[in-house]
Nanobody, 124 residues
Framework: QVQLVESGGGLVQAGGSLRLSCAASGRTFSFYGMAWFRQAPGKEREFVAAINWSGSNTNYADSVKGRFTCSRDNAMNTVYLQMNSLKPEDTAVYYC?????????????????WGQGTQVIVSS
């Protein structure tokens, strides 16, 4: 298992940008598929974005396509989520997750390792 620590959350106005980072421990990070999920108050956790082990393939929830970009730096054991054109409905706790399935699945059940989450608040 890898240990994951998210950072970069905060308060931003609608239309603004934030970049979330997720630092992973362990020597095998480069083999893991990685993903971002989010959970808003009173709602279930939902998929946001995923990236495969090499970074060559990404997929996104329809609600964030064209606004969010997921990337990774395997040399730094870090995955990123660049969030642009933020909307109030993006307000949530954002979680980073790692899966030994390196494909970058959009299913939460594929992920065994989770970070503690970072809060993102978008004001209108």
């Amino acid at each position: 298992q890898v240990q994951l620590v998210e950072s970069g959350g905060g308060l931003v106005q609608a239309g603004g940008s934030l970049r979330l980072s997720c630092a992973a421990s362990g020597r095998t990070f480069s083999f893991y598929g990685m993903a971002w999920f989010r959970q808003a108050p009173g709602k279930e956790r939902e998929f946001v974005a995923a990236i495969n082990w090499s970074g060559s393939n990404t997929n996104y929830a329809d609600s964030v396509k064209g606004r969010f970009t997921c990337s990774r730096d395997n040399a730094m054991n870090t995955v990123y989520l660049q969030m642009n054109s933020l909307k109030p409905e993006d307000t949530a706790v954002y979680y980073c997750a790692a899966s030994k399935d390196g494909s970058g699945s959009s299913y939460a059940s594929s992920y065994a390792s989770w970070g503690q989450g970072t809060q993102v608040i978008v004001s209108s």
